[in-house]
């Protein structure tokens, strides 16, 4: 049987992508040159969430994009089933920009790593950054993220559940055991 707990509700994930909004500003020196591109499914939802907010913020429309890596992880070859290939969009070009990659759990690293091989085939960026809105532990590779939602250590056998509003759910994160 799945037990399940709530760690995050909605509030705490608007206090989350308000306070990260303003760390991208602050460690950017403002928005120029910024492009911020979300990796399919919860971090699309996230970057844009992030967008809105930093627009809130500052009065500028940031240039938001969608990432789809599954032709890119390293298990492709390996999964039972057929990856979803889902949509991807870069609204801009990203040689010399300031991208903030964003997504909704950082886990093992690998699906970040999957990110950052599928963006270098849209250009060069002068820098990537991550955000995650939960950073679980168990890393892979020496990956980490610039800003953080929330440290959530987890054991293996434990799983994060992301749900948003975008996908028809109740805003929370949610910890199965």
Do not use: W
């Amino acid at each position: 049987m799945v037990m399940a707990k709530e760690l995050l509700n909605k509030k705490d994930m608007e206090r989350i992508i308000s306070r990260i909004a303003h760390e991208i500003i602050e460690k950017n020196k403002g928005t120029e040159n910024l492009c911020v591109v979300g990796i399919q499914r919860g971090g699309v939802h996230l970057a844009k969430r992030l967008a809105n907010r930093i627009k809130d913020i500052e009065n500028v429309d940031i240039a938001v994009g969608s990432l789809d890596i599954s032709l890119y992880r390293d298990d492709i070859g390996i999964r039972k089933e057929q990856p979803v290939v889902r949509k991807t969009e870069i609204p801009c070009d990203i040689t010399d920009k300031k991208i903030v990659l964003v997504d909704d759990v950082l886990f093992t690293g690998r699906s970040i790593r999957a990110a950052m091989d599928a963006l270098m085939d849209f250009g060069r960026p002068a820098q990537i950054q991550l955000a995650v809105l939960i950073d679980r532990g168990h890393k892979e590779l020496p990956i980490r993220a610039d800003y953080v939602g929330k440290n959530i250590p987890t054991s293996m056998s434990e799983s994060i559940e992301v749900q948003l509003e975008e996908e028809g759910l109740e805003d929370r994160v949610l910890l199965q055991t």
